[in-house]
């Protein structure tokens, strides 16, 4: 993205040269719209399911904005000659019934044969030109506030082995199909300073991206960070996954481990999520009723992980 040429329209509020969620575009005064596109491959064999989660996680760049999702288009790869048109079926269905959660519309969307089923949406939002939120505003003095629970990347791989309970893994698949909706709906409320959506970095490759964007360092209680049941479980066993080494070499000249924690427990802050929660930063002075706030309405699970100092030399992350 370095290399391609800067934009120059001055109504492109977010574009592509920042690492953010979503680009947003001014229409006029009043409305912006915001426009992102994801899609992932089956976590689990359930068709609907599959449908529900990769909504869920094309929605969250909206919702990590600031915004709305208005309308949606279906973006699906799929192997005809392997699988029945009822699979794809139960896909979309299940894409179609996080969409009308989002209270937004399904407007098309565009399929092709491939060698794996492939689904996910094009989402077009809607946002006040003066009121979306990046992740590069973070303010020295803020804390940090995560609303859903890190883990669902080596609890999938270790599913492939059975070694996760029916009960942790069933927590990992309602916390995953779950909308950040309502939590970006209380925290319209609050002065948001920085916001992203923790997806396939993992925690702290997008934790990097609001501190060097913000030029600020992070700092977290590791003990505060929620972890979905049997995760770090599975990392002790030796469990990772595919992109954990990837995430890893994007902070490690910039990350520092004050708590002497085991060389496994470590992984979880690399471990990719699908659909994860939203990252905010706020001021310390609103950070408590914020939680308050989202646990009132049912975001149970929302913690305070952190703070934002000054910046120090190189090392932007820092978890004690």
Known sequence: MDKLPKNQDPNLLVGYETQDDAGIYRLNDDIAIITTADYITPPVNDPFLFGQIAAANALSDVYAMGGRPVTCL???????KKLDQETLNQIIAGGLSKITEAEAVLAGGHTIDDDEPKYGLAVTGIVHPDEYWTNTGARPGDILILTKPIGSGVLFNANLKNWVSSQALKQCLTVIKSLNKTAAEIMQEFEIHAATDITGFGLSGH???????????????????????????????????????????????????????????????????????????VPRSQGHELITALKAAGVEQSCIIGNVQKTHGTVSLVFK
């Open 74 to 80: 279906n973006l699906a790869g799929f192997p005809s």
């Open 207 to 281: 934790a990097f991206e609001m501190a060097s964007g913000s030029g600020v360092r992070l700092e977290f209680t590791i003990d505060d960070i929620p972890v979905m049941q049997e995760a770090l479980e599975m990392y002790a066993k030796g469990v990772s996954t595919g992109v954990n080494r990837h995430n890893r070499q994007l902070v490690e000249n910039h990350l520092r481990f004050e708590k002497n924690i085991p060389e496994w427990h470590r992984e979880i802050v690399y471990d990719p999520q699908t659909s994860g929660g939203l990252m905010v930063a």
